[in-house]
């Protein structure tokens, strides 16, 4: 049971390159989510995707987009890097609405640089 | 706009002491407040959690305190320890859509 994992775990982009970060979980979790860690700003929500066929913005979504692939899977592409969009990426997974915990589960993150 | 306030950015605690982290929030519409726990290069995991009509949930060194008049909710770990040195963050959830909205964080250090 390997819970939340993400590729790759680091990743050097130049300015305008594109990338696509990749989610999956195997817990059976109907909601998942994609947030971004900088240094005194906490996690904020980009994208989430309550569940599956499903997906909305968060705070941050500009310069971001999401895909629910299916149920164990969820991917955040970035179109055309940015310096600011360096940071660490963290995917998250909760049972959701059908489930009986509100917990979110988190993966290892991926660190980011665009140079 | 911050959804939910945390405080202190850092705290600095002797070991044995009581580490204090406070969190408030405006919107209404939460039902669910966890505190996260964050080693460096890890992802965060859930340390305690608390539903709003219930104003202290305690596990083991771990107490939540819940004041829903006042908006507030706040962490106290007792007797602290080296090994509780790391990021915490409180969270809250908004019910529509399972939207979870996080602190800024608070940096603990346990000192020996």
């Known amino acids: 049971n390997a819970g939340v994992t993400q590729t790759p775990k680091f990743q050097v982009l130049k300015t305008g390159q594109s990338m696509t970060l990749q989610c999956a979980q195997d817990?059976?979790?109907?909601?998942m989510y994609w947030y971004r860690q900088d240094p005194g700003m906490g996690l904020r929500l980009i994208y989430y995707s309550a569940s599956e066929g499903t997906t909305d913005k968060g705070e941050v979504p500009n310069g971001y987009n999401v895909s629910r692939l299916n149920k164990r899977e969820f991917s955040l592409r970035l179109e055309s890097a940015a310096p600011s969009q360096t940071s660490v990426y963290f995917c998250a997974s909760s049972a959701g609405l059908a489930g009986a915990t509100y917990e979110q589960y988190f993966g290892p993150g991926t660190r980011l640089t665009v140079t | 706009q911050q959804q939910v306030k945390q405080s202190p950015q850092s705290l600095i605690v002797q070991k044995g002491g009581i580490s204090i982290i406070n969190c408030a929030y405006e919107n209404t519409a939460f039902d669910y407040f966890p505190w996260y726990q964050q080693f460096p290069g890890k992802g965060p995991a859930l340390l305690i959690a608390?539903?709003?009509?219930?104003s202290e949930k305690k596990e083991g060194r771990f107490t939540i305190s819940f004041n829903k008049s006042a908006k507030q909710f706040s962490l106290h770990i007792m007797d602290s320890q080296p090994g509780d040195s790391a990021t915490y963050f409180c969270?809250?959830?908004?019910?529509?859509?399972?939207?979870?909205?996080f602190g800024t964080g608070t940096s603990l250090t346990v000192i020996p």
């Open positions: 817990m059976n979790h109907n909601s």
């Open positions: 608390i539903r709003p009509d219930v």
């Open positions: 969270a809250a959830r908004r019910r529509t859509g399972n939207q979870f909205y």
